[in-house]
C-alpha cells in the first residue's frame, strides 16, 4: 500500500483538541520510561497570575483520564473510577505542590467533576485551584436555564460555593452559530459575569479548538470590552509552534494563538503538551536523539519544558498513573526552560514528526461512541504505535516486512476486538464533526482497514508468521 496520507495532510488533520499525558494508557515502557526520569530536584515552579495573584503550580492536573478500579484509564474505559487511587495521587500531587486542577461536566463520562470533588474536598479549600468548564456541546443544553443548571451542578458535584478558573469549553467547534447559540445569544456570557461580580467564579476564560475566526472574535470581544477574559486556554506543542493546526489560507499556528494572547497580557493555560500522548511515545530513532541529549530524564519533559513559555500560567496534564505524576512532579520541580539549542532541536524533530505516518488522534473520545461500534481511538492508537515502533511497512522486499506484519495484524486483533475494527467503518460521518482534531475520520479508517487487507492478501515468505 502506497503511504496515502502527506504532510500536508497530516497538518490538516493535526488541529487543536483537549487534554492529557498518555491518552490511551500506560504501556510498560512508557512506565519504564517515566520511571527513568531524575528525582525532584527542589521545589514545584509557580507562576503568579497578575489578574488575582494568584501563585499556579506550573504543572496542572488534568482530570479526563482518571484511573478505573480496573487499572485504565476512564476517557478509554467504561470501568469504575477509582476513588481511593484518585485520593492517593490527588495527595500525593497536592504534597508536591501542584495546586490546580482542570475538570469538566463532560469528562470521565460525567463523572469527573463528582470524583475531583471527593478528591479535592479532604483538603483546604485555599490549598487548590479549581477549574472547570460550560460543557454545553448538546443543542437541547444550550437554552439558558439548562446552561445555568450545569453551572450550579458543576458546584455542587465539586463541593465548593465559587469556581477559580470557569471556562467557556471548545470555543471553536462547530461555527459562529454555535459560538452564538452556546454563550452569546442565550446569555450565558452575561450570567458568567454576573458570576465573577458575584465572586462565585473568579477568573472567566475560555478553551479554543478549531475555528480560528471565533478565536479572533473573542479577542475582539476582548478589545472592545465586552468580554474580558481573565486567561485563554489553548493547545500548544512543539509540533503545533510552527507547524499549521489546520489546514487554512491563514496557516494558523499555536504560536499565533500564544502571541496574540501574550501581546494582551492574558494568561495562557497550556492543553495538550503531549498531543494527546504522542509526544510521549515518539519513534525510537526521535527518542534516542533526546535521550542523547539529557540521557536521565524521560521524553515526556522534552514537551513539558517546551509549553512552559513564560506567558503560560500552567502545563495541563491528565495524568492516570502514579508514575505520569511523579515524572511530570520531577520534570516541574523546578522547571528548567528549553534554552535556544533546544529549542531549535525539538522544532527539527516536529519537522521529522509531521512527515510521519501517524493519525494525529488524543484519544479525547469525543467520537464515541460510534453508532456501529467501531472502536475509534484504540484502531488509531494501534496504528500510530506500529508506526513509531518501525512495523508499518510498504516494502515487501524489506527483511523486517514479515515480522513487521506479525506484529502489526496480532497486536491489531489484541488491541481491537474483530466485531469493532476499521473494517465496520460505512463512513457515515457521525464523528467528523465532534473531533477536535478535525480528522476526517472516516478516511483514516478507510487507509488503516486498506492496508489490513494488503497485510492479509500478503503470504509470509516464513512459516509462521501471521
Not at 487543536?16 to 512508557?30: F, M, V, Y
Not at 490546580?100 to 487548590?128: F, I, N, Q
Not at 510498504?394 to 469493532?420: I, K, M, N, Q, T
Request: hydrophobic share 35%.
Amino acid at each position: 500500500m502506497a503511504k496515502n496520507i502527506s504532510r500536508r495532510g497530516f497538518i490538516k488533520t493535526a488541529s487543536l483538541a483537549s487534554l492529557g499525558l498518555i491518552a490511551t494508557g500506560c504501556s510498560t515502557d512508557e512506565k519504564k520510561d517515566a520511571g527513568h526520569h531524575n528525582k525532584a530536584k527542589g521545589e514545584m515552579t509557580r507562576r503568579v497570575n497578575h489578574n488575582t495573584g494568584d501563585s499556579v503550580s506550573i504543572l496542572g492536573y488534568g482530570c479526563m483520564r482518571l484511573p478505573t478500579v480496573e487499572g485504565e484509564s476512564a476517557q478509554k474505559s467504561n470501568g469504575e473510577i477509582n476513588q481511593d487511587e484518585v485520593n492517593r495521587q490527588v495527595d500525593y500531587a497536592m504534597a508536591s505542590g501542584v495546586n490546580y486542577y482542570d475538570t469538566s461536566p463532560a469528562y470521565c463520562r460525567g463523572l469527573s467533576e463528582t470524583v475531583m470533588g471527593k478528591a479535592l474536598s479532604r483538603h483546604p479549600r485555599d490549598s487548590y485551584y479549581i477549574a472547570t468548564k460550560l460543557s454545553n456541546f448538546a443543542p437541547e443544553t444550550w437554552s439558558h436555564e439548562r446552561s445555568v443548571e450545569m453551572f450550579e451542578t458543576s458546584l455542587r458535584n465539586l463541593q465548593t460555593d465559587y469556581i477559580d478558573y470557569y471556562l467557556l469549553h471548545c470555543v471553536g467547534i462547530g461555527s459562529f452559530e454555535n459560538l452564538h447559540g452556546r454563550f452569546l445569544d442565550n446569555g450565558m456570557l452575561d450570567f458568567c459575569k454576573q458570576m465573577r461580580e458575584q465572586g462565585k467564579i473568579r477568573n472567566l476564560g475560555f478553551s479554543y479548538h478549531g475555528d480560528v475566526e471565533c478565536f479572533d472574535e473573542m479577542l475582539r470581544m476582548h478589545d472592545r470590552g465586552e468580554a474580558h477574559w481573565d486567561f485563554v486556554q489553548i493547545q500548544l506543542n512543539y509540533i503545533n509552534w510552527e507547524h499549521p493546526a489546520e489546514e487554512n489560507e491563514r496557516h494558523i499556528t499555536a504560536k499565533y494563538l500564544y502571541d496574540e494572547l501574550v501581546k494582551r497580557d492574558i494568561p495562557v493555560v497550556i492543553m495538550e503538551p503531549l498531543l494527546g500522548g504522542s509526544l510521549a511515545n515518539v519513534a525510537k530513532p526521535i527518542a534516542a536523539k533526546m535521550r542523547q541529549r539529557r540521557p536521565d530524564e524521560s521524553i515526556p519533559s522534552w514537551a513539558f519544558r517546551f509549553a512552559a513559555q513564560p506567558g503560560v500560567l500552567t502545563v495541563l496534564s491528565g495524568m492516570t498513573y502514579m508514575e505520569h505524576i511523579k515524572d511530570n512532579v520531577a520534570t516541574f520541580s523546578p522547571l528548567e526552560p528549553v534554552s535556544d539549542d533546544e529549542h531549535d532541536f525539538l522544532l527539527r524533530v516536529a519537522t521529522e514528526i509531521v512527515e510521519n505516518d501517524t493519525v494525529p488522534c488524543t484519544a479525547c473520545a469525543y467520537c464515541m461512541p460510534c453508532p456501529y461500534g467501531i472502536n475509534i481511538p484504540a484502531i488509531f492508537a494501534h496504528f500510530n504505535k506500529c508506526v513509531n515502533d518501525d512495523n508499518v511497512l510498504h516494502d515487501r522486499r524489506d527483511p523486517r516486512y514479515d515480522e513487521a506484519r506479525r506484529a502489526f495484524l496480532v497486536g491489531y486483533d489484541r488491541a481491537v476486538s474483530p466485531l469493532r475494527q476499521a473494517d465496520q467503518c460505512v463512513g457515515c460521518g457521525a464523528c467528523v464533526s465532534h473531533c477536535p482534531q478535525t480528522i476526517d475520520i472516516p478516511e483514516q479508517l478507510a487507509r488503516i482497514d486498506r492496508y489490513v487487507e494488503h497485510l492479509k492478501l500478503e503470504r509470509p515468505e516464513h512459516a509462521g508468521t501471521a
